[in-house]
């Protein structure tokens, strides 16, 4: 997954130009045979947007100075298989940006004199920042999200399982998890330990 800043945004995709700028847009899929739709769509969309460029006038070079760089995404399989949700590209004559985004795109081809970036501003809005503990018999992990993505934030100092973490309490010889099926009106994890 690429990144993408609200400086990018600003000082470089927003500005108006006075030549041809072409903005695609594409969802895309991180893996399975589904993966081999990506480069036939990403070709489809720059066969539009030839289309496009020579019906308003431009001529064949102009052209394919414009798409030059997209086109040699065709043959990076690299690039191909690193991909995230959504893909989007930007392209003109003097400049090109490409960011694998966490977005599933609709597919979109804009030809005007500023690159189009609506469908961009859900990255932009409140993250929603939230964190998620999840507790197993044999592991403890601590989870940070966002509207988009999900990692682990890294506890060192924090016990690395439920054993260990009663290790210090004054148990009997056993402790007991259960996670069977919970009676009616029954909706936590139980657990029996018995205390001196």
Not at 10 to 32: D, I, Q, W
Not at 160 to 177: D, H, N, T, V, Y
């Amino acid at each position: 997954m690429d990144t993408i800043t609200m400086d990018t945004l600003k000082n470089s995709l927003l500005a108006k130009r006075s030549y041809e700028c072409v903005s695609l847009f594409m969802p895309t899929h991180r893996a399975g045979r589904e993966t081999e739709q990506n480069t036939i769509r990403f070709k489809n969309l720059l066969r539009d947007a030839e289309d496009r460029l020579l019906l308003q006038g431009l001529r064949p070079q102009g052209v394919g100075a414009i798409l030059e760089s997209p086109r040699r995404l065709l043959n990076d399989l690299d690039f191909w298989q690193h991909q995230s949700d959504g893909l989007a590209v930007f392209s003109s004559e003097k400049e090109f940006y490409c960011y694998r985004l966490p977005l599933p795109f609709e597919e979109l081809m804009i030809i005007s004199n500023r690159f189009h970036v609506k469908p961009l501003l859900p990255l932009f809005a409140g993250d929603g920042r939230f964190y998620v503990l999840a507790l197993s018999q044999n592991q403890i992990r601590l989870l940070e999200g966002t509207k988009l993505t999900v990692d682990e934030v890294d506890i060192q100092s924090v016990p690395g399982s439920l054993a260990e973490a009663f290790e210090s309490w004054p148990l009997e010889k056993q402790l007991q998890f259960h996670t069977g099926t919970p009676s009616v009106g029954e909706r936590v994890l139980l657990f029996s330990m018995g205390m001196t």
